[in-house]
C-alpha cells in the first residue's frame, strides 16, 4: 500500500485528476467535477471540513492512494510546496 495509485490515462504526474459525476437533483440533472484525490480521502477517513485541503505526502498530484493522501490547510500546503521546490533544486 505504500505505491502511488496513479488515477487517469495521462503520465502527466503535475496535474490533479478530476472526474464527472452526473445526478438528478429535483428533476433536473446536474453534472459536477469532482476532485479524484478528494473523493479518495473522504471515502477512507471520512468527511473533509470546508476550510481544509488534501494534500500529498507523495507530491503527486495524481495519486489518489489514501495513505498518502493528509488533511492540511491552505498555509500548510503553501509550506509543503516551498518545501518541495527547494527539495528539487537541491537534487537537480
Given at each position: 500500500f505504500h505505491q502511488c495509485w496513479l488515477f487517469g490515462k495521462n503520465p502527466d504526474h503535475?496535474?490533479?485528476r478530476m472526474f464527472s459525476v452526473k445526478y438528478i437533483q429535483s428533476g433536473v440533472v446536474v453534472v459536477t467535477q469532482l476532485?479524484?484525490?478528494r473523493i479518495s480521502y473522504a471515502i477512507e477517513h471520512g468527511a473533509i471540513g470546508e476550510n481544509h485541503l488534501v494534500m500529498h505526502t507523495c507530491d503527486r498530484p495524481n495519486c489518489v492512494n489514501p495513505s498518502h493522501l493528509e488533511l492540511g490547510t491552505p498555509?500548510?500546503?503553501q509550506l509543503e510546496h516551498r518545501k518541495s521546490k527547494d527539495k528539487q533544486k537541491r537534487d537537480f
Open positions: 503535475r496535474k490533479h476532485y479524484a484525490h498555509y500548510l500546503n
